[in-house]
């Protein structure tokens, strides 16, 4: 089973990329669970002092306080095998 988290700051385009993700699982047979964030800091905050664990991240590149781009960076050495998606609306 995927584990699969999207994060962008505009609740609008997290529910898209949402349905876009269950689409695409269910296209490929796939499971897989879905993790929603609007605030790229609590997405960090649960990875490095929660321990969460993810195989696909969708990250909007521009976010207010920290940018997708940034997360990655900071994301990278806790999960160094995860799969980045950067996504813009």
Same mark, same amino acid.
């Given at each position: 089973m995927l584990q699969i988290a999207v994060c962008?700051?505009?609740s609008r385009m997290v529910s898209i990329y949402e349905r876009a993700v269950r689409e695409?699982?269910?296209q490929c047979g +796939?499971?897989?669970?879905?993790?929603l964030y609007e605030d790229g800091r609590n *997405? #960090? +905050?649960d990875i490095t002092d929660d321990g969460f664990y993810f195989d696909?991240? *969708? #990250?909007?590149i521009e976010m207010?306080?920290?940018?997708?781009?940034?997360l990655a960076e900071r994301i990278r050495p806790f999960l160094p095998d995860v799969?980045?998606?950067?996504?813009?609306s």
């Open positions: 962008d700051d505009d695409g699982l269910k +796939c499971t897989g669970t879905i993790k *997405l #960090l +905050c696909l991240l *969708l #990250l909007d207010p306080g920290v940018t997708g781009m940034e799969k980045i998606i950067f996504v813009t």
